[in-house]
């Protein structure tokens, strides 16, 4: 439900588009819109996050509690001013539309559970592998729908840093399943190239996915396996004739892709990998959205695309776009500014990583995430 008040957490909330959302959250969506238009976030000729609704937009304007002062309309630096005057009253429409988006919400809630399936592990080994699977509010039986794979990253399931896309892609239409490849504690990359394929397997079998549209999105260390995901040697190897139609990429390590080019990731390289299996791809669109400040590429902006140049698979070269957030760092959407020590960090040299929360790029790459969806999984 849509809190008005201010919980336990210190933070205001106010509803948009059902889903109860920090109050700056709701802002920044705004300002997002602003910086693309203004400060040429975006590359015009890539997606762009100009698409936002207009509806939310507008009955977002009655939520916004009034203590703040804060003027949702208006872009980042423009300040704090007075609440403007409507001529509905505020108070009754809050009422209203609480109503409503509350009933929303529950109801979106009511679509959401945790699954355990069997699979075989890395070991050749019968596992059990646990999932969240949620789905849209109005899930109509006999309706096939489009469905996203969300990968966490090396922070663990228990960080639910997945659950902010979940919840978008759901309102979008889409059914997901939350892959919990480890619940905190990092490991091997190896070990969870078959768990990305048993949800693909398990969400291919529901009766309302359509298995030919089922997507995978990856953050950090999610992002590799969203990559390894649609290499032609695991699909071949684990998807048992399913295959992923599109992959997302959110801030991979750029660097060890380029090094892994370039046969040259001594220690690092996992030989556990077959030499060339990045070499060949399925075919399956691919999209890589890092930050220009990324202390794992060493803030070089261009390292992601440098990467990509030195794929020898000329098809899925021309089928793989780069987007880059310049003043972005690593893991942008995690809600929190925190710094350690990294050992892949600085391009294997180690250094300290910085992951800045940067709510505008969160919401951009939000707003791109489900334009290139929207786009990768029309019907057939």
Known sequence: MC???????????????GIAQPWHTRIDRTRVRCLAMHNGTHDRNSYSSDNFLKLDELLSLHFIQQDSHLDPRQPAGYGFTEPRSTPINNQFM???????????????????EMVSVPFVNW?????????????????????????????????????????????????????????????????PSHFQVPKVFATLKHLASLSDVDPSRIAVMGLSAGAFQSIYAVSDWATKKYGDGHKFASSVAFYPACWIIKKSYQNDLGRFKNSNYPDDFLNKFTGAPLTILAGGKDDYDNKKPTMCADAVDLMPDAKQKSMTKVHVFENATHGWDHGQTYSFHEPLACEGRGCTNTNQSDPATTEAGKSMLLNILRDQLKPQ
């Open 123 to 187: 070991n050749g080994k019968p596992e059990q592998l646990e999932m969240r699977i949620s789905k849209p509010a109005a899930n109509t039986a006999g309706d096939k729908k489009p469905a996203v794979v969300v990968l966490h990253h090396g922070g663990g399931w228990d960080t639910q840093t997945t659950k902010q896309y979940a919840t978008l892609l759901n309102g979008a239409g889409y059914i997901t399943a939350e892959t919990v490849m480890f619940r905190s504690r990092m490991q």
């Open 94 to 112: 809050k009422r209203i539309f609480s109503l409503f988006f509350a009933f929303t919400a529950l109801s979106a809630q009511a679509s959401e």
């Open 3 to 17: 809190v008005t008040g201010r919980p336990s957490l210190g933070l205001r909330f106010c509803c948009v588009s």
